[in-house]
Structure formats: structure tokens, C-alpha cells
DNA sequence: TTGAAAGCGCTAACAG
DNA sequence: CTGTTAGCGCTTTCAA
């Protein structure tokens, strides 16, 4: 470490008071007359005193720090949310600990330990996609340790969330869809453990029912979010003898993977296939032809995991609340076929 | 805070011995009875004991966290860097704590400061667009606390960084254009205080130069690094009587920007206009059509920036190195005009 | 109005 | 081989 910084004990020693005296006039005890505070708040200021973090924090038993786990850190979506959890931490002079599970369960785990080792108070996670089995969260449910989960969540009757509202978006992008002439609407899904793809399929079965459409099995798959397998999955679905004429993707990744693979195959877009995904703004206008997508609120994701988190910090045992946030179909040209 | 967790205190206390033999204990300390530290052991791992790591850290004067600043979260280019410092920090068993500047001078100040306040052993910073000043890095100088920069870099003869070989990836890329048969190249630059601005900027003189073209300063524009600056200074330079036939964009955003005005003027690229930019691997491949780009080895650059920083902890005061990395022109469509 | 002492959890020097 | 003590920086009784 580089040198020590000045603390109460170099200030006392150097104006001949007591560390106490110190420590309370720079809190502006009234006990402590008015003109030595002045100057022992004068004397900090000009040595740059600040107080020391791990002292206050080993005395009260808090470390002013929050563990988020997210699957990884290079995907928008979770970047954006950490930003809003970031915002509200710095409000309540919070610190975030950022740690990437890279969608396994082994890594997932091992932050949970790690996180906890460090004293974090407590955690906001998103499950990776691998996650199938949430013992592991014991420890913190058991202990009264602050845990929030948001986006991919689990044991929602034990730990507050907030998921965005997976059903309603899959059911309005499956309307819109046939509202626009697509009659054969296949759904690229995630790992069938994971509630987006449950929430999300149950969409999808909503709006093939309100739109009167047929259920046909073969156009449903699940895909490990991976751009290969999106790609491989794509390839599957084109092959079919009676081809898709929409594709609804669970999220960013599989949905461009299953744009360049129609692209590769000589059918346009939304002509031959329409396409919407989950995804961020971004993207979606970058491409061509532009994406109509499912838009996540993520900043604000990221805002109301934190409140929630900070909800339980200081009541650790009241009933876990889940939010909900509402998603917003943002129509552009994937989804639009030119009629006839 | 939740429930307290087990001290050595309590454990002592339940085996009648005192902390300190259960403190040796558990570091298998030779003077302490096989027995008794195995016992002691066991009773740790049943209890579940961790040390405190704030206690460790007051008495070592060591946090084991570094501050890292960069100018947004939501980029690649940085969540990907951020990555590669996480990968080393871990392996040193030091955790990161991540602050964004928003590309504000003010927002980097003052995440420097509450950093410190932190007690972060020390800070790996890109520096914001804005940032044309660099005297709030003197406390950490001059206290010789641990800094590396990357990318965006400053005072390089007393802080160590990692940077791209920005002059010369400038030059391939210019190069690279004119044996395509692009006469007229535009740059679209960032703000002019920035090394990469300034480096890439060389790059392209040079470029010029091999390839024996004239320089037009109508040709070179500076931008804020905004979707919506760049997108104007596209337009401007379509207005040109003279427009160029090939766009250099100096990142991620701005390259985006052009190729969505490109697209609004009618004109197409490659053939009207070429592009090229300085970007990540994914985007580049959607986008159609798909974008010859400079690629960074982000992840690698990550790495050497957490390198530079334990070089530093364990020597503060040894000259600071500077690490420029390969990057590589990766050549897809967007810059391979069809030859008539 | 101020100081002395204890304690948060831990390690290390010193005794025994 | 094990215990006692001091101290990292800070707040908080309790005394004066």
C-alpha cells in the first residue's frame, strides 16, 4: 500500500487534543467548543483528511458495498442495468462490486462465495442460463442477507424481483405479428428452466390463441443463447418443409444470429421471414432492414432492483415484493411485410 | 447489517483456547499441536468462518480494490476491457469497483475522488472525452497510490498505459482505402486534446502521404463522440461539392452514425461511399453491409492495464512503461468498392 | 467541555 | 506449544 494517510491520531497529535475530541469535532458534536472545532475542521481540510472506510466499517459492521452478479458484462442490456443500479447505490453512498458469471452456473457460484467473503451486504443478481438449482442462495435467504433478483430470477416468494412483463410482450409481439400477415410464427427460446423462456413461450401460446392460429410444436425451440446454436436453430427452422414465416427471438444474440442466417439463405427480411427480438435500441437501428423490437425500461430495471435491495437492507424480513416493468414494442421495418 | 457472522473470538471461545492459537491455527502454523489445529479447523469450517476482510484490511493498510474509471459502461469497447482487468484482479485475488465518468470531465473528478475516499489501493482510468486537464491526478502522483491508463492516456512520462497502436492502424487503414480505389478520404475525429484523436489523426496524414494524396482540410472533422454530432458532421460532409468516397470514423458510434446517414442520402456503400471504423467484433458482422473494421484486442488490453497496475503495487516507484497493442484491420465489405 | 478506555476482528511480537 | 498484549482507525460510553 502506499504511504498512510493522515487519521484522528496524527490531527490529535498535532494540535495536542484527544482522539475523541477529534473525532467529535469533526462531526460537530456541540459538546466541543466552537472555535477548537473550527480549527481542528480547518486543520483536516488542509491535511487532506478523509475519514478511513475500513475502520467505520469494521466498528459498525458494514461495508457500504453491494455484490451484483450478472451472466455477463459485455451484453447491453446488463450493462445498462448495472448503470441504474449503480445510480441509486451512489445516491445512498453505495459501492457496486461487479462480477460476471459468463452464463455457468460453476462461476455463478462462486461469486455468490466470493461476494460474501468480501462482506458485500448483500447481492442483485441475474441468474445465469446454466442456473438450474438456487441452493446456493441459502446462505444469504437463511442469514437475513439483503438479495435481490431481477431479470432471470428464481424462489420469487422468498427474494424480491423485478422482471420485466414477459407474458404480455411475447403475447403483443405474436398479435402483431399475424396482425401484419404472418400466419407460421416460430419461437427461438431459451433454456426451458429459465422464466423469461417460460414466462415468454406462455406469451406466445396466448397470442396464437387470440389470433386463432394453430399450435404447431416444431416451430417452438429452445437455444442456449449462444450464436452458434441461435445460428444451427435458424438453420433447423428454414429447413422445415413448411418454413416459418415470422421468427420471434428471446433475445439480442439469437436474434441476429437468425438474421444473418436467413440473410445467408437468400430470403429477405420481413418479406419471406419477419423478425422481432428482445433487444436494446441500439442495434435494433444499426441493421437493415431496422428491427422491431421488445424494449426494456434496463436503467430503470437497474433503479428499481437497487431500491428494492435497499428496501431489504433496512428490513431484511419483510415480504418480498416482485416488479414489474412494462416492456414497450417498438414497431420498425423486420416485422412489416409489404402486402400484396 | 444482517447477523453477525463468526469471529475468531467466538470460535476461541467455544474451543476454550485463546484467539490468537486459533488465528495460528487456521494459517497451519507450525507451533500449534496437529491435533488441536485440526480440531480447530473442522469447528471453522462447520461454523462456516471467513475472516473479515476488513479487519484484515485495517491492519494491513490493504483494501485489496481497484478503482476503475471509464468513460461508459454500455460500450463494448470498455465492458470488454473491463472484462480483461476483472481476469487479472481475480487471479491476484483483488476485486475491481467500476465508476463511470459519462464522458464528463466533472463526473471523472469527482469518481476519482470518492475512489480514493474508498481507500481503492489504487485506480485504472480511460480518461473522458472532456478531459483536457489532468491535475486531479496529482494526489495519486504524488503519494505514489498505483494509476494506469488506457486508451485514452495522459502525462505518460509518470503514469504507465496501455494504448493502440493508433498512428499506425490510422495508416493501414488510409492505405488500405486508397488501394481500393478511394481518392478522397474523409476522418471523422474525436475531440482534438485526446491522444487517440491526435494519434489517429498522424495515422491518416501518413497514410495520405504513402499514397501520395493530397490533404484536404475540408476532409477532417472533429466530433463530440455523440451519435447525433457525428451524424451532423456525415451530413456536412455529404454536402461537400466534392464528397469523399471513403469515411474513417474514429470509433464505434461515429461509424454507426455515418452509415445510417449515408443510407438516408440514397448513396450506398461501398461503391458512393466506403467505411471504415475503429469498433468491436459483433457489431461489425450485423450491420450490412458488414463493416471493415480496426479491432482492438480489448480483452488483452484489459489484462496488460491490471498487469501495469500490479507492477506498480509491488514497485510504486519504478518507471512508468508504456504497452501499445497490435490492432488488426479486419476487411469485410464496407470498404471493397465493386471495381467497374 | 474534554479525555481515557473499550471494542469492532485480526495479526504479530513477546512471554511463558 | 499456547496465551497476553498492543495496535490498525474509529466511535462511544463513562469519568473527570
Same mark, same amino acid.
Do not use: W
Given at each position: 500500500?502506499?504511504?498512510?494517510?493522515?487519521?484522528?491520531?496524527?490531527?490529535?497529535?498535532?494540535?495536542?487534543?484527544?482522539?475523541?475530541?477529534?473525532?467529535?469535532?469533526?462531526?460537530?458534536?456541540?459538546?466541543?467548543?466552537?472555535?477548537?472545532?473550527?480549527?481542528?475542521?480547518?486543520?483536516?481540510?488542509?491535511?487532506?483528511?478523509?475519514?478511513?472506510?475500513?475502520?467505520?466499517g469494521l466498528l459498525r459492521q458494514e461495508t457500504h458495498m453491494i455484490g451484483v452478479?450478472?451472466?455477463?458484462?459485455?451484453?447491453?442490456?446488463?450493462?445498462?442495468?448495472?448503470?441504474?443500479?449503480?445510480?441509486?447505490?451512489?445516491?445512498?453512498?453505495?459501492?457496486?462490486?461487479?462480477?460476471?458469471?459468463?452464463? +455457468?452456473?460453476?462461476?455463478? @457460484?462462486?461469486?455468490? #462465495?466470493?461476494?460474501?467473503?468480501?462482506?458485500?451486504? /448483500? *447481492?442483485?443478481? &441475474?441468474?445465469?442460463?446454466?442456473?438450474?438449482?438456487?441452493?446456493?442462495?441459502?446462505?444469504?435467504?437463511?442469514?437475513?442477507?439483503?438479495?435481490?433478483?431481477?431479470?432471470?430470477?428464481?424462489?420469487?416468494?422468498?427474494?424480491?424481483?423485478?422482471?420485466?412483463?414477459?407474458?404480455?410482450?411475447?403475447?403483443?409481439?405474436?398479435?402483431?405479428?399475424?396482425?401484419?400477415?404472418?400466419?407460421?410464427?416460430?419461437?427461438? +427460446?431459451?433454456?426451458?428452466? @429459465?422464466?423469461?423462456? #417460460?414466462?415468454?413461450?406462455?406469451?406466445?401460446?396466448? /397470442? *396464437?390463441?387470440? &389470433?386463432?392460429?394453430?399450435?404447431?410444436?416444431?416451430?417452438?425451440?429452445?437455444?442456449?443463447?449462444?450464436?452458434?446454436?441461435?445460428?444451427?436453430?435458424?438453420?433447423?427452422?428454414?429447413?422445415?418443409?413448411?418454413?416459418?414465416?415470422?421468427?420471434?427471438?428471446?433475445?439480442?444474440?439469437?436474434?441476429?444470429?437468425?438474421?444473418?442466417?436467413?440473410?445467408?439463405?437468400?430470403?429477405t427480411i420481413p418479406n419471406d421471414v419477419a423478425l422481432i427480438g428482445f433487444t436494446?435500441?441500439?442495434?435494433?437501428?444499426?441493421?437493415?432492414?431496422?428491427?422491431?423490437?421488445?424494449?426494456?425500461?434496463?436503467?430503470?430495471?437497474?433503479?428499481?432492483?437497487?431500491?428494492?435491495?435497499?428496501?431489504?437492507?433496512?428490513?431484511?424480513?419483510?415480504?418480498?415484493?416482485?416488479?414489474?416493468?412494462?416492456?414497450?414494442?417498438?414497431?420498425?421495418?423486420?416485422?412489416?411485410?409489404?402486402?400484396?
Amino acid at each position: 500500500m502506499a504511504k498512510r494517510r493522515v487519521s484522528l491520531k496524527d490531527l490529535a497529535a498535532e494540535l495536542n487534543v484527544s482522539i475523541s475530541t477529534v473525532s467529535r469535532a469533526l462531526r460537530n458534536h456541540p459538546d466541543i467548543r466552537a472555535e477548537l472545532t473550527r480549527e481542528i475542521q480547518e486543520l483536516a481540510r488542509a491535511r487532506n483528511y478523509t475519514p478511513n472506510p475500513l475502520a467505520m466499517g469494521l466498528l459498525r459492521q458494514e461495508t457500504h458495498m453491494i455484490g451484483v452478479i450478472v451472466p455477463d458484462l459485455v451484453t447491453h442490456f446488463y450493462a445498462s442495468i448495472i448503470s441504474g443500479i449503480e445510480y441509486v447505490a451512489k445516491q445512498n453512498d453505495y459501492y457496486i462490486l461487479i462480477a460476471s458469471s459468463r452464463e +455457468s452456473f460453476g462461476k455463478e @457460484l462462486e461469486s455468490v #462465495q466470493n461476494l460474501l467473503k468480501t462482506r458485500v451486504e /448483500g *447481492l442483485i443478481v &441475474c441468474l445465469s442460463q446454466e442456473t438450474n438449482c438456487f441452493d446456493h442462495f441459502d446462505p444469504l435467504i437463511n442469514n437475513e442477507i439483503p438479495l435481490v433478483f431481477f431479470d432471470r430470477v428464481c424462489r420469487t416468494d422468498e427474494v424480491p424481483s423485478v422482471v420485466a412483463d414477459n407474458t404480455e410482450a411475447a403475447r403483443k409481439v405474436t398479435r402483431h405479428f399475424y396482425e401484419n400477415g404472418c400466419r407460421r410464427i416460430a419461437f427461438i +427460446s431459451g433454456p426451458p428452466h @429459465l422464466n423469461i423462456s #417460460q414466462q415468454r413461450y406462455e406469451g406466445y401460446l396466448l /397470442g *396464437l390463441h387470440d &389470433c386463432k392460429l394453430p399450435f404447431d410444436e416444431e416451430l417452438v425451440m429452445h437455444c442456449d443463447l449462444s450464436t452458434d446454436d441461435a445460428s444451427r436453430i435458424t438453420r433447423q427452422l428454414l429447413q422445415l418443409k413448411n418454413i416459418p414465416d415470422a421468427i420471434f427471438g428471446i433475445n439480442d444474440t439469437v436474434i441476429f444470429a437468425a438474421m444473418k442466417e436467413i440473410r445467408q439463405t437468400g430470403l429477405t427480411i420481413p418479406n419471406d421471414v419477419a423478425l422481432i427480438g428482445f433487444t436494446g435500441e441500439f442495434h435494433s437501428t444499426i441493421v437493415e432492414p431496422s428491427l422491431t423490437a421488445v424494449t426494456h425500461p434496463t436503467f430503470e430495471m437497474g433503479k428499481e432492483a437497487a431500491n428494492l435491495f435497499f428496501e431489504r437492507i433496512s428490513d431484511p424480513t419483510a415480504a418480498p415484493r416482485q416488479i414489474e416493468m412494462k416492456t414497450s414494442l417498438v414497431v420498425r421495418n423486420s416485422s412489416m411485410k409489404k402486402m400484396l
